[in-house]
């Protein structure tokens, strides 16, 4: 009941600075879709008595027909953490379906729309077959978990795409279970601002999530960084008989497919001490001479980046990469201290008929949520960061970061703008959140990974507050410190790097 009281309240807001908010939507050519300003808002109201399930948000349910849903950790003694596996930030395996396979086969049912609230006694709006395992790295270890559908025809092998809450259709989607992050928005905010700034960033909805009839809570249907026809990445699909096709790399812990894993420049000159693997294209259609041909492609905008000529026409790292995206994504990052990037969840996309671009995710440990240690909102850091550390020797890339930082500051990174969001965001999720905290509550007491341990949120409340004052007080200090990072592209900085 409180929640609704708080949303109720963040309603007034709504209606307050909806006028700003379309204005800049207006200015908006990629036409992102905010899910909380558009859908069914909670009190459109139902005329059901009350006995069951009534979301205004969009309903998944899972059904795996008794079967467990592979990908728990594993640590060394081979138990999951459940049976007292001492498994703590690392694990070595995950478990396994009885056929060995890392996903099952399960139903799935959708119930969305926006002319009635939602219920399991619904008609679905959509029946699918799709293949379901537990998804996410550190995430796996937490009590709400993450998941990676792949939605496929009724034989459960081939792929079906198929759009979900409006999205364009793709056969695979994540769902996230925010848990780390007692706002609930983290990534659901992130990724709608990146859409609006950058050339692209996931799509999301947020959904409830039943499964074998055991309500899970709140959860972000999520786009995966893919390509799709007409949608997602958008790229050139590849062809059957070349090796040069346009692809996604990500920087983190690897993949357990070591075929898609490459060596490329920053690795073997010691520039990098993580692992790049192949996103896209997937399996069926990455070949050895592929696979050679972006390990090649990318070592070659590294040599650039990290040579004497990285600032040198014609050979210049911005005639291989995307000045605005990098740029982008540089604030994006800086401005919320997600500083997991450079070395986990980092992803990297080029067409072949374009330049190296960069792609938000994984923002739920960003604004003074990270694990271990306090993040300051006072200091700059991705400067220290895998590529970033030479293009930020670079004055073209230093002066752009400042001029486009202070251009964001008047709309997306606003601190009206900013406020106004989570507001609306809190009034859209209403009911949801007391429903999502009925089951996950407990995480305010038991789950406690900030240190100092007063930072830990009490509540809800106290979550979104946290969030608040984070961002306002990042946007305080950035605004009257920005023009520190030209120390880092100075001459008396960079004359060893250069001829």
Known sequence: MKYRILGVTAAVLVVLTAATVTALDRENPNN?????????QPDAGCDCDGTQLCTHLPLLVIDTEGQEIPGEPLSEDGLTLEEGGDVGYEYNHVTLAPDGSTTIVCQVQVMEGENQNHHLTDTPSQELTARVRIRGNTSRMFDKKGYLLNITGDDGVENKDVSLAGMTPHHQWALHGPFLDKSLMRNYMWYNIAGEI?????????CELVINGEYQGLYVLTETITNAEDGRLDMSMPGDSTAKVSYVIRLDRGSSNTFKNIETFSM??????????IVYPGTENLTPQRVEYIRQDFSDFEKSLYSYDYDTEPYA?????????LVDYFILNEFTCNYDVGSRSTYIYKDIRGKFKMCLWDMNASCDNFHFSQTDPQGFQMQNITWFYMLCKDEHFVNRVIDRYRELRESYLSPEYLDAYIDQV??????AIDRNFEVWGYSFQEYTPLWP???NPADYEAAVQQLKDFLRQRGDWMDENIEILLQYCHESKIKKFNH
Not at 32 to 40: F, G
Not at 198 to 206: E, G, I, S, T
């Open 32 to 40: 992102r879709v905010h899910q909380h300003l558009t859908a069914r």
């Open 198 to 206: 950058m050339d692209y960033a996931p799509n999301v909805r947020f």
């Open 268 to 277: 073997y000159a010691m520039r990098n001490h993580n692992i790049i693997d």
């Open 317 to 325: 790292w911005w005639n291989d990469a995307d000045m605005d995206s």
């Open 426 to 431: 809190v009034a859209y999720l209403g009911p």
């Open 453 to 455: 341990t007063d930072r």
